[in-house]
C-alpha cells in the first residue's frame, strides 16, 4: 500500500487552476448530460447585445463561444481563477471581474438580455434584477445530491440537497421568470484509480469537507482493495438545465 500512498500524496498535491481537470482526463470515465450546455448557450449568445456569465472559472468553456456582442461580462469568485480568465477572455473584448456568485452584484438593473451560469452558485433575485424584461437565463447545475452514493461511502452528507430542478425552477417563477426548458439528468461517473479521485475530492472541497489523504486513509485503502477484487469505483452523477425568460 505503501506506493499507492505516494501516489495519492501526489495527486493531492498538484496544483489546480483554473477550472478544467486536464491531469485526470484519462483517470476518469465522465457521462455526459443529454443536452448539449455548449449548443444552447452559443444560440442565445447569437441573439444578445449584452451577456454574463456567472461562475466563469478560468473561461475554459465560455471562451469557446465567441463571438461576442460588444457588452459581455464574466465574473468568477476565486480569486486564483481571476487572473487565468482575464487572459483566455479579455483578448476575446470581455470584461472579468472578481465577483461571488451569490449574493449581489456590481450591475446595474437591467443591464444584460443573456444571464450564463455553468456550475455555479445561484441567486434568483439578482438575476432576475439584472436582466431586461424578455431577458433569458440558461443555467447547467450539479445537483445538490451529486454522487450522494460516494459521499455515503465517506459517511458525509450533501451540503446543498435543495439545489434541484424542482426547488430552483420554483424559486425562478416567484422572481418573474417564465421556464422555457427544464430537464433532469442522472448519470454515471467511473474513476480508473483511486488517486484520480483524490484530485476530484481535494479540487472540490464541498463533496467530502475537510478530506485530505492522511484523513481519510481508510477510507481510500478501502477503494484500492475494491480496484484490486476487480471491481469499478462508480458513482451516480446528477444534472440539470433550466432555460428562463423574464417576464
Request: proline share 4%; glycine share 8%; aromatic share 12%.
Amino acid at each position: 500500500m505503501n506506493s499507492h500512498y505516494e501516489q495519492w500524496k501526489k495527486d493531492e498535491a498538484v496544483p489546480f487552476q483554473g477550472w478544467q481537470f486536464s491531469y485526470t482526463k484519462d483517470r476518469i470515465i465522465w457521462e455526459e448530460p443529454s443536452w448539449d450546455y455548449q449548443a444552447l448557450a452559443k444560440g442565445l449568445i447569437q441573439n444578445s447585445k449584452s451577456v454574463l456569465d456567472i461562475a466563469t472559472g478560468g473561461g475554459e468553456k465560455f471562451s469557446a463561444l465567441a463571438p461576442f456582442p460588444s457588452h459581455t461580462v464574466a465574473i468568477e469568485g476565486w480569486h486564483p481563477n481571476v487572473e487565468v480568465a482575464k487572459e483566455k477572455l479579455e483578448p476575446l473584448g470581455v470584461q472579468v471581474f472578481e465577483v461571488e456568485d451569490t449574493g449581489s452584484y456590481p450591475f446595474h438593473d437591467g443591464e444584460f438580455d443573456l444571464v450564463l451560469n455553468r456550475h455555479g452558485g445561484l441567486t434568483i433575485q439578482e438575476i432576475a434584477r439584472i436582466l431586461k424584461p424578455s431577458g433569458q437565463f440558461l443555467t447547467q447545475q450539479v445537483d445538490g445530491r451529486n454522487m450522494e452514493d460516494l459521499q455515503t461511502f465517506f459517511d458525509t452528507k450533501p451540503k446543498w440537497p435543495e439545489n434541484n430542478l424542482e426547488g430552483v425552477s420554483k424559486r425562478a417563477v416567484a422572481h418573474g421568470f417564465v421556464v422555457k426548458q427544464s430537464e433532469d439528468w442522472i448519470g454515471k461517473v467511473t474513476f480508473l484509480d483511486v488517486g484520480a479521485l483524490v484530485y476530484q475530492l481535494i479540487n472540490t472541497p464541498w463533496t467530502v469537507e475537510r478530506f485530505s489523504v492522511d484523513t481519510h486513509l481508510k477510507y481510500l485503502e478501502s477503494l484500492q482493495e475494491k480496484l484490486d477484487r476487480g471491481e469499478k469505483l462508480t458513482y451516480t452523477t446528477k444534472r440539470f438545465l433550466l432555460w428562463c425568460e423574464k417576464k
